[in-house]
């Protein structure tokens, strides 16, 4: 089993940023990648951007590409979002994901992020 524990949300005005954590423990020794995701009011959850494990190498989204950027510490088995430039439409809950070799995923309990206009 593998548990994630999301931090780092909160309120923010438009133009600011914000850093999510997102801490992984339990059977990570497997992991393949972990990715954040976003859901907002009334629409589905969407994709935001990933990063590998063996090589580092994010993917974003085209709506936050030049904005975020995810990071890891492999020390820490932490992976983090980093957030700039954050408009209103990013109000969201923010969440993580775990996907390990054999195609099993994990999810975190999500954070809240809300810029206001």
Known sequence: QVQLVE???GLVQAGG??????AAS???????????FRQAPGKEREFVGTIRWSSSIPSYTESVKGRFT????????TVFLQMNSLQPEDTAVYYCRLSNGRGITYWGQGTQVNVSS
């Open 17 to 22: 940023s914000l850093r999510l954590s997102c």
């Open 70 to 77: 995810i990071s890891r510490d492999n020390a820490k088995n």
């Open 26 to 36: 339990g059977r990570t020794s497997s992991t393949y990648s972990m990715s954040w």
């Open 7 to 9: 931090s780092g949300g």
